[in-house]
């Protein structure tokens, strides 16, 4: 009978372990060992097909800034990253990532956004878990994208003069600070009373209804405003500044988001402005500016 009950004690005690065995399983199942991608940037590439409007070769200027990934595995969201970045995909097989570049709009920081005018990329690959696969997403305009310059401040442009107002002028050869060849320049001095600028662009634009974005690179000593003046038939608004920038002494590219203003302001056309001030106890300083267009479908 002892060794019955000893028998039925162990067996007992055997299938309880054995349960809780498999409880443990259930509560704290094997994780999945990801596979890792390294992204540096985007590399950005010309659409012939795109129509580059008041450019005296035909190209634009092929500056961009793309500071963020939107990933998605499969068609199911991996994340939001900033770039450069290493991330993991739970990944069976073989799979696909499709990769858009995103933007900061407005320099604001927290306002992120997917460029809407460029292509996503997309990148098959076999998992590789525990390990790390190193890609260059690759991206273009849209080929119904319009691009249309405002000015990019070359001597042989034919379509703008230079900004009027306390504009200064542009630089009058390449140097070391040129981006691709020359750009706008406009000065501050306190000691010359000259302690803010406001400053428009001479010819007026359209801006069609939908998605639009004021481009331009800037590098500047000083915070500056820019804005835009909607012109109707008769009348034109007052100036809207819509966004302020710090100062930056490296080449930057800035993303104006302007559909929102458009959608109230509907003018027949636009003029963009641009206000430069000297900081307080700041006596010089100057912003120079490059390549400033408006990208629209």
Known sequence: MWNT????????????????????????????????????????VQNSAVLYQNYTNLVAPATHQT??????????????????????????GTGQLEISAGIIANGQNNDVIN?????????????????????????????????????????????FLPWQGTYVGFSTQEDSLSIDGHYGVLKLNAAASIDSAVDSSYPSFVIPAGQAFVEFDYYSTVPFYVGLQGNASIISTAPTYLSGIYPNTGWQK????????????????????????LSPGQTTGRLLIDNIQVVTF
């Open 5 to 44: 009950n000893t028998r039925l004690k162990t067996l007992l005690l055997f299938l309880g372990c054995s349960l809780c065995w498999q409880a443990c399983n259930v509560i704290n199942p094997a994780e999945p060992v990801p596979t890792y991608i390294h992204i540096d940037s985007f590399h950005f």
């Open 67 to 92: 500071q963020v990934a939107y990933v998605y595995y499969n068609n199911s969201p991996v994340g939001i990253f900033d770039l450069p970045a290493t991330f993991p995909v739970i990944a069976n």
């Open 115 to 159: 460029y809407p005018f460029y292509t996503v990329d997309t990148f098959s690959f076999v998992a590789q878990p525990g390990h790390t696969i190193n890609h260059i997403p690759q991206t273009e305009f849209f080929s119904d994208v319009k691009v249309t310059s405002i000015s990019d401040f070359d001597e042989s442009h034919t379509y």
């Open 254 to 277: 800035f993303y104006l988001e302007v559909d929102g203003f458009t959608s109230e302001v509907q003018g027949t056309s636009y003029n963009l402005y641009i206000k430069a001030v």
